[in-house]
């Protein structure tokens, strides 16, 4: 993880943790909030790119790589592809947000539009043959984890004494990483993974012992409906004794106006899950607990938000 750091360095910014004093005071604790929203490309999709990239060989570089997502860490990937000068296709769903899609193109990306996402994963594979590109997971490669992993060394640098850390979880990079790095430093820190209730990907893993198709429900959280959870991120899971909770649609959209109207953050759904669950009780902590949410990314577009406030 501090190779990972080492190696990134400059690229990207140790984001703020900010003292979010009435939020935590609602809910009887000490809060913090780790603005991965300020982070490069707006989300912490950035840490784990640039690291996987870095790594490629010049070969590698010079083929180019190919990634799919439906925002985020396709923003990422477009991103650090051109900080390395190399080419990068990225496999959306037709369907994803106008502000991830313009994102893409900004960063000079090559955009593979796809119509079901239930076979997402199989149209990339089917590019990556075709073209020789270098696939960058999105959440299942221990070199992308290890990159995301540096908010969690950042967040008991910033906060020696946290006690526990909430994580929104998708498909489990961010969660693995962070419960790595987190689990090396303060061992008997907790660790929260918050997922959509709606559609749940680690509980159902957790209860069959490999990860398993996950629901994708219609959410203003598209960072958390993956088609599954990571197996990495799953045996980090199991290990690290990470516990898992879900927290409602209704509870999300609560939060992200929260986070706008009492800490002036503008976020997007997944970014307001780790908050969601704790200001609806979802999970509890101890009186004054140092606790940590982690605001995993600010990329919302504005027909969302609008509705969101509606």
Request: glycine share 12%; net charge neutral; proline share 6%.
């Amino acid at each position: 993880m501090q190779a990972a750091r080492e190696r990134i360095g400059a690229g990207v910014h140790e984001t703020p943790l900010l003292r979010a004093g009435a939020l935590g005071e609602a809910a009887g604790i000490a809060l913090h909030l780790k603005c991965e929203s300020f982070q490069k490309t707006g989300s912490f999709k950035a840490r784990g790119a640039l690291h996987r990239i870095l790594t490629l060989s010049e070969a590698e570089r010079a083929r180019g790589v190919v990634t799919v997502s439906a925002g985020n860490h396709a923003a990422a990937v477009a991103w650090a592809a051109r900080q390395a000068g190399a080419a990068a296709v990225v496999v959306m769903p037709s369907a994803a947000p106008k502000a991830k899609i313009q994102a893409v193109r900004g960063y000079g990306a090559e955009i593979v539009f796809h119509e079901d996402r239930a076979t997402l994963f199989d149209r990339v594979a089917e590019v990556q043959r075709e073209r020789g590109l270098t696939f960058v997971h999105p959440f299942d490669d221990p070199v992308v984890l290890a990159g995301a992993g540096t908010c969690g060394l950042e967040i008991v640098e910033e906060l020696p004494g946290v006690e526990a850390v909430v994580v929104p979880l998708g498909g489990g990079g961010l969660l693995g990483g962070v419960a790595t790095a987190v689990r090396g430093l303060r061992p008997h820190a907790r660790i929260v993974a918050v997922e959509l209730a709606e559609g749940p990907g680690m509980g159902p893993a957790l209860a069959a012992g490999k990860p398993v198709p996950a629901p994708r429900p219609a959410t203003v959280a598209d960072g958390m409906t993956p088609p599954f959870v990571g197996a990495l991120p799953l045996q980090i899971v199991q290990r690290t004794g990470v516990e898992v909770v879900g927290v409602t649609e209704a509870a999300i959209r609560e939060a992200m106006g929260l986070l706008m109207t009492r800490a002036k953050l503008v976020v997007e759904g997944a970014g307001a899950a780790a908050l969601a669950a704790i200001v609806s009780g979802v999970v509890r902590f101890e009186p004054g607990a140092a606790v940590v949410a982690i605001v995993s990314g600010g990329n919302v577009d504005l027909d969302t938000l609008s509705e969101v406030l509606a």
